[in-house]
C-alpha cells in the first residue's frame, strides 16, 4: 500500500494518515475452509474440465454438422461460447488461490476479469433471451420459422448482443480507475465483480452505482422481463392446441431452455433480494449464490442440452 498519495475524487491522505490507499485487491477463497483447500479445489477442478470438455463438444458438434446449422443449435453454440467465456475468467482464479494462496491481484488485473466476467455474464443472458425468442416462433409460427429466423436475421441479433454489451460493460473499468481504495483492500468473493470492488472505495462511489443499476437493470433485468413475456406468448398458443400430446410436445422443445433460465436467473435474483431485503446472514450463504451464479451454468448446460438433445 501507499501512504500520503492523491488519488481519485480529490481525496489527499495526509503521510501521517492511519489510512493506507492499497494498489492491489486480495480475492478471497471460501471463508473458514482455508485449511481444506487443496481438497476443495478437487470438485472444482473436475467441473472445469467437464465445462471445457462440454461447451467445446457442443461448438465443435454444430460448427461442423451442417445439419445443425439452424437457428437453434447456433444460438445454442453461442450460449457454450459465453459459457466457456464465463469459465476461462473465473474457475482458474479460483483454483489459483485453492493451490497456491495466490489471492493478490493488481487494479488492472482485476479490472479485466471483472469486464470479462460481466460481459460473457450478460452475453448469456442476452443469448438466453434469442433463445426464447426461437422457442416463441417455433411454436407460435412453426410455418414461418425458416423465413424469419434466416442466417443474416441471426447474425444481426449476434452483432447487437455485441454491441449492447459493449457499450455498457466498456465503461466500467474506466469509472472504477477514478476511485482510489483505502478502506480495505479484502475483495468478498474469488474473482473481481463491479458490486464487490466499489464496497472498498473511499471515494465517492455515487456514479459507479447509479450507472451499475443501470447496466443490470438494462441488460438482464430487461432480458429476464422479455423471457417471462416470450412464455406467456407460448404458454397462450400451447394452451389453444386441441390435443393433449400436441400440448407436451411443444413444451417439452422448452425444458432444456427453461433449465437454463432457471440455473442462470435463480441464483442471481435470490443473492440481489438477500442483499437488498434479507437479514444478514453468514459470509458463506452470499459466496455460495455467487459461485451458483457464475459456474453452475457453465458446467450443467452442456449435460442437460445434450441429454434433451437427441440431434447433438
Wanted: proline residues 4%; hydrophobic residues 50%; glycine residues 4%.
Amino acid at each position: 500500500f501507499i501512504l500520503g498519495k492523491a488519488c481519485g475524487a480529490g481525496i489527499l491522505l495526509p503521510t501521517n494518515s492511519t489510512k493506507a490507499i492499497f494498489s492491489t485487491f486480495l480475492v478471497t477463497g471460501i471463508p473458514g475452509l482455508e485449511t481444506v483447500h487443496i481438497w476443495i479445489s478437487i470438485p472444482f477442478c473436475t467441473m472445469f474440465f467437464i465445462t471445457l470438455a462440454g461447451n467445446v463438444t457442443i461448438m465443435t458438434v454444430i460448427l461442423r454438422e451442417r445439419t445443425l446449422c439452424v437457428p437453434m443449435y447456433l444460438f445454442l453454440a453461442m450460449l457454450a461460447a459465453s459459457d466457456l467465456g464465463l469459465s476461462l475468467f473465473t474457475f482458474p482464479t479460483m483454483l489459483g488461490i485453492f493451490w497456491l494462496d495466490a489471492r493478490e491481484l493488481t487494479f488492472s488485473a482485476c479490472f479485466t476479469q471483472m469486464f470479462f466476467i460481466h460481459t460473457f455474464q450478460d452475453f448469456e443472458s442476452a443469448i438466453i433471451l434469442a433463445m426464447a425468442f426461437d422457442r416463441y416462433v417455433a411454436i407460435s409460427h412453426p410455418l414461418h420459422y425458416s423465413s424469419i429466423l434466416t442466417n443474416s436475421v441471426i447474425s444481426r441479433i449476434g452483432l447487437a448482443i455485441v454491441v449492447r454489451t459493449l457499450t455498457v460493460q466498456v465503461p466500467l473499468p474506466f469509472l472504477l480507475r477514478r476511485l482510489c481504495f483505502c478502506h480495505s483492500n479484502v475483495l468478498s468473493h474469488s474473482y473481481c465483480l463491479h458490486p464487490d470492488i466499489i464496497k472498498l472505495s473511499c471515494s465517492s462511489t455515487r456514479i459507479n452505482s447509479i450507472f451499475g443499476l443501470f447496466v443490470v437493470l438494462s441488460t438482464m433485468g430487461l432480458d429476464f422481463l422479455l423471457i417471462l413475456f416470450s412464455y406467456i406468448l407460448i404458454l397462450k398458443t400451447v394452451l389453444s392446441i386441441a390435443s393433449y400430446g400436441g400440448c407436451l410436445k411443444a413444451l417439452n422443445t422448452c425444458i432444456s431452455h427453461i433449465c437454463a433460465v432457471i440455473l442462470f436467473f435463480t441464483p442471481m435474483i435470490c443473492l440481489s433480494i438477500l442483499h437488498r431485503f434479507g437479514p444478514k446472514l453468514h459470509s458463506h450463504i452470499y459466496v455460495t449464490l455467487a459461485n451458483m451464479h457464475f459456474l453452475i451454468p457453465p458446467v450443467l448446460n452442456p449435460i442437460v442440452y445434450v441429454v434433451k438433445t437427441k440431434q447433438i
